[in-house]
Structures are given as structure tokens and as C-alpha cells.
């Protein structure tokens, strides 16, 4: 998600992180039906960088598993660095 889209500007500007926290808030409160049947995590990835809390430590977490796996620790970085220039692609060549 791009912070610095009309809807994102007045939130992002007051504190860091706050536009992610937001779009997790209302991912969540979208697919809570499917909590019943699954584990749903809502992640939201600011362009600029910062990443909803909680879809933060899930990450760390799958990056953790994904290091002990693979027995390469720099394997536990790729996936939030993957998805942050994915997340940064997204915002600027929609722009």
C-alpha cells in the first residue's frame, strides 16, 4: 500500500507506520468470516518501508522456520525485503 495516496496522507504524516496498522485494521475486519475455517493474517506493507506490527512478527517468524530450514541465515531477510520492493513497485508505478 502506498502512504502517499489521498486516502493515507493526514494518517502517515502524524506517525510512522500508522497508514499499515490502518489497512491491516480493515483487512482483519474484512476476513474475519474465514477465521472460523483458517488462519488468517493480515499484513499491510508500506511503500516506505514500515510493516503492520503484527504481520511484522508473523514474518520474522516464517523467516526464522524458512533460515533453520534452509540453514542459510540471511534466508530469514528475503521475505520481508521481498515483499517491501514489491510494495514499493506497486506505489510508484501506479503513481
Keep these: 500500500m502506498c502512504p502517499l495516496a489521498n486516502s493515507y496522507v493526514a494518517t ?3 506517525v510512522a ?3 499499515a496498522e490502518g ?4 483487512k482483519s475486519a474484512k476476513y474475519t468470516d474465514i477465521e472460523t475455517n483458517y488462519m488468517f493474517q ?3 506493507v ?3 518501508g514500515p510493516i503492520n506490527a503484527s504481520g511484522c ?3 520474522s517468524k516464517l523467516g526464522r522456520k524458512l533460515s533453520t530450514q534452509s540453514g542459510n541465515d540471511r534466508d ?3 521475505v520481508s525485503a521481498t515483499l517491501r520492493s514489491h510494495s514499493a513497485f506497486q506505489c510508484y508505478s501506479t503513481s
Design 42 to 44: 493480515s499484513i499491510a
Design 12 to 14: 502517515a504524516a502524524c
Design 17 to 19: 507506520g500508522s497508514a
Design 46 to 48: 508500506e511503500s516506505l
Design 76 to 78: 530469514q531477510f528475503f
Design 57 to 59: 512478527a508473523f514474518l
Design 23 to 26: 489497512a491491516a485494521a480493515r
